[in-house]
């Protein structure tokens, strides 16, 4: 079983920025990918980023440039660096990680871009 946590949500101004952080804990065996989703209110789930577990990235085109998806093996966490923040990008944020067996989401944490 494995448990995924997001944190580093908030309220930020357009323009400002903010990193999520995915702490990931129990049987981190065969991992395939993880990401990052989000999910505006009456919207369906997105892509936003993703990372192999060779280091290949790849990124929705609305957030190209201006996030950057990260991991640190040692800590089992994943990162996103959100830069350049539009209220677009208001949403909840959902980790997700795939195994060889199965699929595992967070909880979401959630990103308001307001002034």
């Known amino acids: 079983q494995v448990h995924l946590v997001e944190s580093g949500g908030g309220l930020v101004q357009p323009g400002g920025s903010l990193r999520l952080s995915c702490a990931a804990s129990?049987?981190?065996?065969?991992?395939?990918?993880m990401g990052w989703y989000r999910q505006a209110p009456g919207k369906q789930r997105e892509l936003v980023a993703t990372i192999t577990s060779g280091d290949s990235t790849d990124y929705a085109d609305s957030v190209k440039g201006r996030f950057t998806i990260s991991r640190d093996n040692a800590k089992n966490t994943m990162y996103l660096q959100m830069n350049s923040l539009k209220p677009e990008d208001t949403a909840v944020y959902y980790c997700?990680?795939?195994?060889?067996?199965?699929?595992?989401w967070g909880q979401g944490t959630q990103v308001t871009v307001s002034s």
């Open positions: 997700k990680l795939v195994t060889a067996r199965r699929v595992y």
């Open positions: 129990g049987s981190l065996f065969s991992i395939i990918a």
